[in-house]
């Protein structure tokens, strides 16, 4: 730890003020002032999101709903690591736009979501709670404004001793002194005025070496999943505050707040110690100062053991004290096993590591991991690495390794927790961790190790990942969802994956009632753990087949397995892994399949081609060597995936081909594109000018009105009705078209109750002899779900015919 470093970490531990900012998404918190409060001012700051964004899109991967979730979680998690502040959630599921909050709340349990407000208030005990958002709808998003009612009434609910009373078991009642509204400048809408607080954040911090700005910028650029990376701002900038409930601030967020021990009468002395040892390291940073640090640790460590309205503080800075002294000694410890995954019961190997570049004289002398003790004596010489390799035998009820609030299915606005105290953590805790007992002047102390997986990679180089347990067997079918548009058998390969040697075991699959399968079952041997196999599985729909589930299972001698694998991985977060149950929903809705070739340009997070090719499709993916210099009229349709011009610069340069492939009779279906800080908005995409606006329909129930029941599109080849918007997921549409030309056509109308109608989510224009269509239909969110309407609608834009 350097020197500047171990100063900022001793002007934390004097610091007793809490900051909880809350809002609704990943990405809806001020990393500016987080990072301004948590490092300049030295107050815990906490952001609570109240979702884990589930319900948005996804710029970089395939991944929605929980699973984007599990990755904005992480992006969440990575974005506080470098600002310093601490996460929180709530058990909201974000299931997508809402446009005011009455809508929210009929998804979300309030009285859920409130509870979890007040949990985290309670146990983090904020002085300020600030939120992003006002309860006047000025945020937009009906999730902004629920966020801002709902804390409002945490605000008074958490000082009560009524409301939620089963959380006095584990906590106390807390009343914060204010609560407040960062107002805001951005989308056009500036809520900020002179009159109100107002505070610089933007200065230098000496101790991090960063200003502010770059600190804030750095943070929001984790949010990647988004397209949030940001530029990094040096110099003044300012926020401004609107005072809410409680007593009203003037100067400062901070105003009448002793954020200091002396806050607590006990603890004056506390304060005067931290003072002093701060004083003296200022004044000769050469001293020796182990001595203080150990006596400020004992000292915590005693007041922490009695009962005291200071105790959680206590507990949080005797841990980061025990960080401190190790920082100073210069002690290096580590955990960590080659192996990413086990299955319960299985020996794992743990390497443990240990360095003193101080001259302190430390020794270790016990390490526990799980339930295992081992009494050690293992003295840290100076600068000299030491090793030692312990075997952990993974208990055989050592559960899988999963998010905890993935364990039950989510309904559709809340996820399923039972737990309070699990309730609003960020992640699970560590699945395995090693306790590490230090002796140092003639005491002991212990820190929490996670046992991580560590690897070298040949261009990343070192590598940790989280270490997770996993079932010895897992069943990944191919699809969550099928569709059958005729009565073809269909061949699903059923990939088995191994985590232990020598699996046997015999397959079964369960189907609904109409639905034939072969083999429905057959026994198998894995030889090795990793090893994949592939078992090829044929259904067939008989004529009158209904909908339902095909469940593969695995059964051995005495057990039987059924869930599925789902590995997330990227760079900038941690591995993670998601364990569901094995099934595949099947449909059958007899349709025509146009036998056609297409030409798809991905977009972000776009599975559509796959799912096309699936069907039975010719598809063909458009790489820039063939948009630059292929014969783009080989192919009747060329689609362009979803944000296709938001994520690729160049596809602009390809747009006089584009338009000659429509004029001599292709069909170019875009699919939305968002008018957003994400790729250029001054581009031309069809024929005629048209614009892309901010306008959505969320209810996915809203009916729908055929502005030209005559066109092709919805007669050929299927007959389009309205009970082909039955069954639709999330929403209809989203950035509809706006001032379109007069050559544009609306095809469709639509509307969230209570609102005007929008004609804005299908637009067609005939050019030369092909047709341009631009869709804000959410075609992709609907095919993975196998709809069968829009499926057939996205059939009939395929296969629209050329003009004479």
Not at 45 to 61: E, F, K, P, V
Not at 483 to 492: E, G, N, Q, S
Not at 759 to 781: E, M, Q, S, W
Request: aromatic share 10%; net charge neutral.
């Amino acid at each position: 730890m350097s020197q500047p470093e171990l100063l900022w970490e001793l002007q934390y531990t004097g610091n007793t003020g809490a900051v909880l900012y809350i809002a609704a998404h990943p990405d809806d918190e001020n990393t500016r002032l987080i990072s301004y409060l948590a490092n300049e001012r030295h107050i815990r700051t906490a952001y609570m999101s109240l979702t884990r964004g589930d319900g948005g899109q996804n710029l970089i991967g395939n991944e929605k709903g929980p699973m984007l979730g599990m990755v904005r979680t992480q992006e969440l998690i990575a974005a506080r690591k470098i600002d310093h502040g601490t996460q929180y959630f709530s058990r909201a599921y974000d299931f997508g736009y809402s446009k005011n909050p009455e809508e929210t709340f009929r998804f979300w349990n309030k009285d859920s979501v409130l509870a979890d407000i007040v949990w985290v208030i309670r146990i983090f005990q904020p002085d300020v709670i600030i939120c992003r958002f006002p309860t006047t709808g000025e945020g937009g998003h009906g999730h902004h404004t629920a966020s801002a009612i709902l804390a409002e009434e945490a605000f008074t609910a958490a000082a009560d001793p009524q409301k939620f009373p089963w959380q006095l078991q584990h906590t106390t009642t807390w009343q914060a002194k204010r609560i407040v509204w960062n107002t805001f400048n951005f989308g056009g809408n500036n809520t900020t005025s002179e009159d109100q607080l107002k505070i610089d954040v933007g200065g230098y911090n000496p101790h991090l070496g960063k200003y502010n700005g770059e600190i804030a910028a750095e943070s929001r650029s984790m949010h990647k999943s988004q397209g949030f990376g940001s530029e990094k701002n040096r110099g003044s900038q300012m926020e401004y505050f609107k005072h809410i409930k409680g007593e009203k601030a003037i100067t400062d967020l901070m105003d009448g707040i002793d954020v200091t021990w002396a806050r607590y009468p006990h603890l004056k002395s506390l304060k005067k110690e931290i003072d002093a040892l701060i004083a003296s390291y200022q004044n000769n940073p050469n001293k020796d100062i182990l001595p203080q640090l150990w006596q400020l640790y004992q000292h915590t460590q005693k007041e922490a053991d009695k009962p005291s309205p200071a105790k959680a503080w206590l507990k949080l800075h005797t841990h980061r004290i025990k960080r401190v002294i190790l920082g100073y000694c210069h002690v290096w410890a580590d955990a960590t096993t080659p192996t990413r995954t086990a299955v319960a019961g299985s020996s794992l190997k743990v390497n443990y590591s240990f360095i003193n570049s101080g001259k302190a004289p430390i020794t270790i002398v016990k390490i526990q991991t799980g339930t295992a003790d081992s009494m050690v004596h293992i003295p840290l010489s100076e600068n000299k690495m030491n090793h030692l390799v312990h075997h952990y035998q993974l208990p055989m009820h050592t559960p899988s390794t999963t998010p905890y609030w993935l364990q039950q299915p989510p309904r559709k606005g809340m996820f399923q927790v039972n737990d309070e105290v699990l309730n609003t953590k960020p992640f699970n805790d560590p699945t395995l961790s090693s306790r590490i007992t230090f002796s140092l002047l003639n005491d002991t102390f212990s820190i929490e190790l996670p046992v991580r997986n560590k690897s070298v990679d040949p261009v990343k180089g070192e590598i940790y990942q989280p270490f997770s347990v996993v079932p010895p067997i897992v069943i990944n079918p191919p699809f969550t969802s099928y569709l059958f548009t005729d009565k073809r058998a269909k061949v699903f390969p059923i990939t088995l994956l191994a985590n232990v040697d020598s699996f046997s075991g015999q397959i079964f699959i369960e189907a609904p009632k109409g639905w034939a399968v072969n083999p429905s079952k057959q026994s198998f041997t894995i030889a090795k753990k990793g090893e994949l196999l592939v078992l090829p599985v044929t259904v067939i729909p008989a004529e009158a087949a209904s909908d339902g589930v095909l469940r593969p299972i695995v059964k051995t001698q005495d057990k039987q397995y059924n869930q599925s694998l789902t590995t997330i991985d990227y760079d900038h977060i941690p591995i993670q892994q998601l364990l569901v149950p094995s099934e595949v929903q099947l449909k059958y809705e007899k349709m025509i399949v146009p036998s056609i070739k297409l030409g798809y340009i991905p977009g972000a997070g776009d599975e559509v081609a796959a799912l096309l090719k699936e069907m039975h499709m010719d598809v063909t993916i458009l790489t820039d060597e063939i948009l630059a210099t292929g014969n783009l009229h080989a192919y009747h349709t060329i689609v362009t995936g979803v944000r296709a011009y938001n994520t690729h610069d160049k596809l602009q340069r390809y747009y006089a081909r584009l338009m000659d492939f429509v004029k001599q009779g292709g069909n170019l279906i875009v699919q939305y594109n968002t008018n957003s800080r994400v790729g250029p908005l001054n581009i031309q995409m069809g024929p005629y000018p048209f614009s892309i606006s901010r306008e959505r329909v969320t209810d996915e129930q809203a009916p729908v009105t055929f502005l030209a029941p005559e066109h092709p599109l919805f007669n050929k080849p299927n007959v389009i009705t309205e009970k082909d918007f039955e069954g639709w997921v999330q929403e209809r549409g989203i950035y509809f078209a706006t001032d379109w030309d007069k050559h544009y056509r609306p095809m469709l109308r639509m509307n969230d109750p209570g609102e005007k109608p929008q004609d804005g989510a299908l637009i067609v224009a005939p050019y030369g002899k092909g047709n341009f269509v631009y869709t804000g239909l959410v075609f992709f969110r609907e095919l993975p779900h196998g709809v069968p309407g829009a499926y057939k609608l996205l059939f009939n834009l395929l296969a629209l015919p050329q003009h004479p």
